[in-house]
């Protein structure tokens, strides 16, 4: 079963890489990522110098790119989903990309103490997440749920939006305008570095902690009374998913709903158990987020979506249908 | 195995528990018993430390303030009535998680854990259901999934809270015969008294958040007991065939 998701992933990263204004057939992408890769001219170049440039220097990093921040947002959703006990938590829902967001704009405009705009996106995403947390007291219901992320998403929205409008530098302006609603259209190698670590990072431990993730679903009297100590491992998770949504908001800006529709797509297939849905939800995360990439890239050609735009299309709907069908945990059999 | 001396439990200056003092003694059944709000509950949540109220409880010789939850959850297993409600793990699945007290974070778990899972199964007449996803079984065949896990701990002792409430009278029966062949401690909150009277050795007795009575059942057991405590005229005679005594509700004869 794996199988035939890492088969989609390989099509649907090279289909990214080969698709867009100049169409380029798709064992060349493979070529031309040999020869890189290898360093050498393991196959004789048939192509510009124009083409390599465009697959190497911008596809290649672009749907690797897609490929992380697809992946780090669904398993920001699992981690919250079993935060919450609530299997509609999604960062963008409960309002930390917004916070991610602000913290982000505010390192953008003003360099607070030197903070980088990673750290200040962590930042903002770590106080989203409490307030959210500390708001709903518990009582990880729905309403209350969506009802707290949409207040506190307001605000910090707001906070952002003053920033915008009082700050006169127009080129700053625009940046912030056009990466808050997503993008990957800044993707080249160096950029991928510190996605990359996080997201194996978080992955790493999120497998770790995967019976502590699974035992933390049946809620958390339950949990204590199997010896989980459920408050610093709630607080674990949610220092980890700041993490998490702060470099991929800094990077790609919000992207939202990717972190509730995967991971709800995945669990039908997988199961709730979370040592399977943990590396399947990041591989499915990624093929969602390279295929929309691509979408997003070529429907209206030569102009570009912004890709949150295009998630958030889906998105909402899929919201809608989840609600009225009935929302749960649910598995495969 | 364990004794409570003085505890006393306060929320929003309310008086749950008060003064409550007695022991749980080593293979024995001791059930809780007492009218609805009477401290049941409360009682039983201060044993497993989902909560802490004043005075002592002693556990295996050591306060219980001293035992950690990782600790504890090797040593007692609880059932408790706060269902989940939206996951969907497998039968198995769930009973597997009671293993995870003999667990670190790093370890996996192993074939020895399997071999419990499936021998708890088997005692809890799960087996045909153990590849089951939880939601699509029935309010009995969910509160045996949790017994099973419970059993699968492997801890001395299991608590109880409500747990068999609401469940047809046959699975009650069923719960308890799998409980009292265990042949460990266990503490129970319950409702039914026949069903107390058939498999309790003990008894606490809680009235308004204070002790009325503790013993064994035979003891505690009278008319007058059931007309002071839960204001019901009964008759108590012995059962021919168990042995046990059998209790019959008398309605409209006195009582408030």
Known sequence: MKRIFLLLGFLIFTLAISLGAVEIPFFTVWKIGINNLAGAEVFNPQWSKGVEMIIWKIRFPRAILAFLTGGTLALVGVLMQAVTKNPLSDP?????????????????????????????????????????????????????????????????????????????????????????????????????????????????????????????????????????????????????????????????????????????????????????????????????????????????????????????????????????????????? | MIRIERLGYETEGTLILNDISASIKKGRFTGVIGPNGSGKSTLLKNIYKTIDGSGEIDFKGRSLKTVSIRELAREMAVVSQHGSSDFDFTVEEIVTMGRYPHKGIFKNYNRKDREIVSTVLKKAGLSDLCHRCFLTLSGGERQRVLIARALAQEADIIVLDEPTNHLDISYQLQIMEILKELGITVVAAIHDMNIAALYCDDLIALKGGRIWAVGETEKVFSEEFFKEVFSVETEIKRNSRTGKMSITYLPGRGGS
């Open chain 1, 92 to 333: 963008y829902i409960l309002g930390i990309s917004s916070g991610a967001s602000t913290g982000a704009v505010l390192c953008m405009f003003f360099g607070l103490g030197g903070l980088s705009v990673g750290g200040g996106a962590f930042l903002g995403a770590f106080l989203a997440t409490i307030l959210v947390i500390n708001l709903t007291r518990g009582d990880y219901s729905s309403s209350r749920l969506v009802l707290t992320g949409i207040a506190v998403s307001a605000i910090f929205s707001s906070v952002t939006n003053i920033f915008i409008y009082l700050v006169k530098d127009e080129s700053k302006v625009r940046n912030a305008v056009f990466w808050m609603s997503g993008s990957l259209g800044g993707a080249h190698w160096k950029l991928l570095l510190l996605p990359s670590i996080i997201l194996f990072t978080g992955a790493l431990l999120a497998l770790l902690l995967h019976k502590e993730l699974d035992t933390l679903l049946l809620g958390e009297a339950e949990a204590r009374t199997l010896g989980i100590d459920t408050d610093r491992l709630k607080l674990v998770l949610v220092a980890l998913s700041s993490v998490l949504t702060g470099v991929v908001v800094a990077i790609s800006g919000t992207i939202g709903f990717v972190g509730m529709i995967i991971p709800h797509i995945t669990r039908r297939v997988s199961g709730s158990s979370h040592r399977q849905l943990i590396p399947l939800v990041i591989l499915m995360g990624g093929i969602f987020m390279a295929g929309a990439d691509t979408i997003a890239r070529i429907v209206f050609t030569p102009e570009e979506l912004p890709i949150g735009i295009l998630t958030s299309a889906l998105g909402g709907p899929f919201f809608l249908w989840i609600i009225k069908n009935g929302y749960s945990f649910g598995g495969k059999r």
